[in-house]
């Protein structure tokens, strides 16, 4: 059977491909820790269940208008005027099934065939993918754990052509837990104001998983917010990753765009799940503070046990739940059996060989590091990284 060639322009997840590996040894009876999924490991709060609950017998049952319910487009406003001083309106508002719907949204409404679309890496492994599927050229920028897996102005600079049309980044940042400060986004501000026809894509979905102070939005310069799309959700702030509510920010011409575009793909989001986001958004956000508190324990101890390790560099992540570790120490290294000759090599070694699954850094263009998530217990890291410990002391 002959299949369409836009499944030739990009691969499966390599998140999604290790967990899957994982299940299927989990399936064989085998005690698989899994270190590789970015999914909070607690409960959506009682009182955003109670929402839904509500919804369901409001009879909240019915197809939803394709951008969302106007009740949670002012949720989402409020949220942006609360949290980061940002003034939006409905009409800015686009609410999808998922963040990375309302990625996929912007991206095609954005990037057409030969467009550049620059993203620093490490990258979201998704990034990569849909400007593929847009038939766009990804411009990959290299970070280095040294500069904090961070761009600097005079890369960013360097980067722009006649062709570039977008500029992709988070923060904080998934894989590396980096966070850009104030200063640092000015510095990339600066830059944007000599090429105006630049748009900026501005991942925000780990907001309030921050460990070094407040969150800070590239959209707060007022003079480029004009061409900034925000990306955001409520997977990882709320512990909703299963209710699969996301949305974007943009110009009222930006915003339109993926509103049409969402029409012919899902129309509208669940309904239940947005009347849930409302209360999400405009009500208590103690348990997403304390859920980062326990974030902040795990990171504390995670990067206690990573310096046990012989070889492997470690940057101290500063927002999200991932630590993204440089093993290269370890390629050429063999335990007899297997040989690690790249950050692939050494996943499926610690999968195969200490049970524990995490997701090679070439799925997010950094090939030295591998991506451990800590959005686990902590019985369960500390198991796990005992067992890393040991299988790593195999290799010679």
């Not at 504390?300 to 101290?316: A, D, H, N, Q, S």
């Not at 992540?317 to 390629?331: L, R, T």
């Not at 890393?388 to 010679?396: G, M, T």
Request: charged share 25%; proline share 5%; aromatic share 10%.
């Amino acid at each position: 059977m002959q299949l369409s060639s836009i499944l030739d322009r990009f691969s499966e997840p390599e998140t999604l491909k290790m967990a899957k590996l994982g299940r299927e040894l989990r399936a064989k009876g085998i005690d698989v820790i899994d270190l590789s999924l970015g999914e909070p490991d607690f409960d959506t709060p009682q009182h955003i269940k109670d929402a839904a609950i509500k919804a369901i017998n409001d009879n909240f049952s019915h197809y939803t208008p394709v951008a969302g319910f106007a009740d949670l487009k002012e949720a989402i406003c409020t949220k942006f005027k609360r949290d980061n001083n940002l003034d939006y309106k409905p009409e800015n508002i686009v609410a999808s099934t998922g963040a990375k719907q309302s990625l996929a949204n912007a991206i095609l409404a954005l990037a057409d065939e030969g467009d550049e679309v620059i993203i620093p890496t490490p990258y979201w492994v998704t990034y990569s993918e849909l400007v593929k599927i847009a038939k766009g050229k990804v411009v990959e920028v290299h970070t280095s754990l040294e500069s904090g897996f961070k761009i600097t102005p005079a890369q960013l600079e360097a980067a722009i052509t006649p062709k570039t049309r977008v500029f992709l980044f988070s923060s904080p940042c998934n894989p590396s837990g980096a966070v850009y400060s104030k200063a640092e986004l000015e510095g990339l501000a600066e830059v944007f104001r000599k090429y105006p026809e630049v748009v900026i894509l501005s991942d925000e979905i780990y907001e309030y998983i921050n460990f070094v102070g407040q969150h800070e939005s590239i959209a707060q310069f007022e003079d480029l917010k004009n061409r900034i799309v925000i990306i955001n959700g409520l997977s990882k702030g709320f512990a909703m990753t299963g209710w699969r509510l996301g949305y974007v920010a943009a110009p009222v011409e930006i915003a339109k765009a993926c509103e049409k575009l969402q029409g012919q793909f899902t129309s509208g989001t669940c309904s239940i799940a947005q009347k849930a986001g409302v209360v999400a958004l405009t009500t208590d956000l103690k348990p997403s503070f304390e859920m980062v508190e326990e974030f902040t324990r795990r990171r504390t101890r995670v990067l206690e046990l990573i310096k046990e390790i012989p070889g492997i560099k470690c940057f101290e992540p500063e927002g999200a739940f991932y630590i993204f570790p440089d093993v290269s120490y370890y390629y050429g290294k063999s335990d007899g059996v297997s040989t690690i000759t790249n950050s692939a090599d050494f996943s499926m070694y610690l999968l195969n060989n200490a049970h524990v699954s995490s997701v090679m850094g070439d799925a997010f263009g950094e090939p030295l590091c591998v991506r451990f998530s800590f959005a686990n217990s902590l019985p369960n890291i500390e198991r796990a990284w005992a067992r890393i410990k040991d299988a790593l002391a195999k290799l010679k």
